[in-house]
């Protein structure tokens, strides 16, 4: 899919009822700001249903709260062993894949949030793309896992693709300044996480609860040991390929420690636009949810009358490998993205449990990923296998 074929697809099209929202993943960080926004415009947005995967408590207290049609609980050995009490009487409790598929394909389903970590959350996204949904992506993972089958199912049947990761939308947004195919390159920034100016001595001694002190952003565990790592940043190079249709020599990273600018997009006159906000997720969430319409928000805004600075500078490649693994699986395509999708997450598994070193993370997602069997062109069965093939592995390793 062209730049320009891939804006056309997110920009064109009949006005789509924005106020049905389903919230995958709806108890994580990603999850639980979404639900702050839409309660915090009643008159314009309604919560239908909600998922997790075993945080049946928390949900039932959202689906009290909300009253949303549906609650799925993705884990179906919890079917039985839950209190149904919780959920109150005007939400049906569901579980396992069948759930998911009833509350994204349901008619009263306008948008669907994909906030699911990891590569779990590719098959819900897949549902609601095939039943003509508008999907906001939380879930990099999907398009890292499949973005050439996700966004050529997205166009074949008529669905949309907003990205609410902050960089990504702040591409998404700057790029409604001119055409696609005028382009030059995009610039992804990135805070440089609790390590930036480490060198790589010092990151071989990172412990699991220094990894997990982010200095901007409030995530869950697995998100933010990507930060550490910049494998995030990885990922969200891969996302943006697809997500834009773009070569990757058009895709660059600057560090930006103050996390106010979320990205930029440079046209072919030299013109740079930015997205500026304060580092808050509920806003590129909003966006996603009303586009192309903004609407008011009480996430606060820059304060220009405080002399402040923003700073740039390039990432450290040889300190955080990371990033440049995935720089090699965007131009490899093919199985690479799930297969380095896969091997991340169990490395982070086990980083966190104090069985690998931090820097052996991105040494094990290159080991694994030279050995697999590539295929360039695989189909969704194949990427799955290859998933399960690179977890596997990942965990001998």
């Not at 884990?75 to 894949?97: A, H, I, K, M, P």
């Amino acid at each position: 899919m062209s730049v320009t074929s891939t804006h056309r697809h997110l920009t064109s099209g009949h006005p789509i009822r924005m106020n049905r929202i389903a919230v995958l993943g709806s108890t994580g960080s990603i999850g639980t700001s979404c639900l702050e926004v839409i309660a915090a415009h009643p008159s314009e947005m309604t919560l239908v249903g909600v998922s997790a995967n075993r945080s049946w408590e928390l949900l039932g207290q959202q689906s009290t709260t909300f009253a949303p049609r549906y609650a799925v609980l993705c884990d179906e050995s919890l079917s039985g062993q839950v209190d149904t009490s919780v959920f109150g009487s005007r939400t049906e409790l569901l579980f396992g894949d069948e759930g998911i598929q009833r509350l994204v394909t349901d008619d009263q389903t306008d948008v669907v949030v994909t906030g699911i970590v990891g590569a779990a959350g590719l098959r819900g996204t897949w549902a609601a793309l095939e039943s003509g949904k508008r999907v906001a992506v939380a879930n990099k993972e999907t398009l890292v896992v499949a973005g050439p089958l996700v966004m050529e199912l997205a166009e074949r049947r008529g669905a949309e693709v907003i990205p609410v990761d902050s960089e990504h939308s702040a591409v998404f947004q700057a790029m409604q300044a001119g055409h696609s195919r005028e382009i030059r390159r995009i610039v992804l920034t990135s805070s440089g996480g609790p390590f930036r100016g480490s060198t790589a001595e010092q990151l071989a001694e990172v412990t699991p609860d220094q990894a997990l002190a982010h200095p901007t952003w409030q995530m869950g565990p697995k998100i933010t040991v990507d930060s550490a790592t910049m494998m995030n940043k990885a990922l969200e190079v891969i996302e943006a390929k697809w997500l834009f249709g773009l070569e990757v020599d058009q895709i660059e990273v600057a560090v930006h420690p103050q996390s106010i600018v979320h990205s930029m997009v440079e046209f072919v006159d030299g013109s740079v636009i930015a997205q500026l906000s304060p580092p808050d997720m509920k806003l590129p969430i909003q966006y996603a949810l009303t586009y192309p319409d903004r609407v008011s928000t009480s996430t606060g805004s820059i304060d220009f009358t405080i002399p402040f600075s923003l700073d740039f500078e390039p990432p450290d490649l040889d300190a955080f490998p990371a990033l440049g693994i995935g720089f090699e699986v965007a131009r490899r395509g093919g199985t690479a993205g799930a297969v380095l999708n896969a091997a991340n997450e169990a490395a982070v598994e086990r980083f966190l449990d104090g069985r690998l070193g931090f820097d052996d993370i991105p040494r094990l997602c290159q080991d694994v990923l030279d050995n697999h069997d590539f295929d360039s062109s695989p189909d969704l069965h194949e990427l799955l296998e290859q998933d399960r093939r690179a977890r596997s592995e990942a965990r001998r390793w």
